[in-house]
């Protein structure tokens, strides 16, 4: 039992999108439900931290951004918690990752990283 979920710890690391250490500097608050994603539209800056708390009203959804190697399953009762640095900007398309019923395919969203303004006027932090 204990090695099973060592391996499904392992196996869950394997697909994560680049992560960070330390606490994220962007924390978004996301709704699944049938059927859309509350909001369907995260903006977040080049370079940042980004942490996402995904909860489900219903029934059991998958949060999925494909472009980001983010897909992980959205259960009743459960809290999801998706970390990922916002590296490349681009708009990359979000998804229900799991058949939910009749408008599953209405779930959709994208996340949208904004490039990071120029480096003479990015502070610096050293
Ligand atoms: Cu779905």
Redesign the pocket.
């Known amino acids: 039992m204990l090695l099973a979920l060592i391996l499904m710890g392992l196996l869950t690391a394997c697909r994560q999108s680049p992560t960070y250490s330390g606490p994220p500097n962007l924390v978004i608050h996301m709704l699944?439900k049938?059927?859309a994603i509350v909001p369907n539209r995260v903006v977040v800056p080049q370079g940042a931290k980004v942490e996402l708390i995904v909860v489900t009203s219903d029934?059991e959804?998958?949060i999925a951004v494909p472009g980001l190697a983010i897909n992980e399953p959205v259960q009743p009762g459960w809290t999801t918690v998706v970390r990922f640095l916002a590296q490349k900007p681009g708009t990359y398309p979000m998804?229900?990752?799991?058949?939910?019923?009749r408008?599953?395919d209405q779930?959709t969203g994208e996340v949208i990283v904004t490039p990071s303004p120029p480096v003479s006027m990015t502070p610096v932090h050293k």
């Open positions: 699944m049938k059927w029934v959804h998958g998804r229900c990752s799991i058949a939910c019923g408008g599953h779930m």
